[in-house]
């Protein structure tokens, strides 16, 4: 369990450096998981998440704690991963070379990694505002109401875009023949 937001707060206004290593700390391993869902690639998910701990460091002044530290470092997150998703062309998705394994359940294996490859292709291709909100409720289990503090939006507009998006992605994901790849998002 990490030290409560409002003491590390006020460590940080009060000027101990350690207060900083403590939100790094606390916060690394969401906000790395946040990005490397939205990147699928572990090294710009890592600069990703230092690069929101950067600006959270030089806007820490301008924080007035109308929302968690929480919640204030998820957006700062969201925002850079958005931001680097509109930088970069989508990659192709990429095929399964290797040979099945003639093992017990290697084909079993073969297919659910090809369920979640098409699942994350889906989710790829939704719209940005979608895309969030689905990461940030199935991939990283937050309720609407973070979500909606996060995405700065109404509760109701949170669910409505999650509602969106599961149509969306099980609309995308039936040519596929995996239905049961949209239970995902329930």
Sequence with gaps: MHEPDEALLGRLRAGDASAFEA???????????????????????????????????????????????????????????????????????????????P?????????????????????ASLPPQQRATV??????GLSHKAIAEILDCSEGTAKANFFHAVRNLRARLQGYGAQEGSDAVR
């Excluded at 990461?135 to 990283?140: E, G, N, S």
Aim: hydrophobic content about 45%.
């Design 23 to 101: 939100v790094i700390a606390a916060y690394q391993r969401d906000l790395y998981r946040l990005a490397y869902r939205f990147t699928r690639n572990m090294e710009d998910a890592k600069d990703l998440a230092q690069e929101a701990f950067l600006r959270a460091y030089r806007a820490l002044p301008r924080f007035d704690g109308r929302s968690s530290l929480y919640t204030w470092l998820y957006r700062i997150t969201l925002n850079l991963c958005l931001n680097h998703r509109r930088g970069k062309m989508p990659e192709a998705t990429k095929e399964t070379t290797a040979l099945a394994d």
């Design 103 to 123: 093992a017990p359940g290697a084909l079993e294996a073969l297919a659910e990694s090809e369920r979640q490859a098409a699942v994350a292709a889906a989710i």
């Design 135 to 140: 990461i940030l409720r199935v991939q990283q």
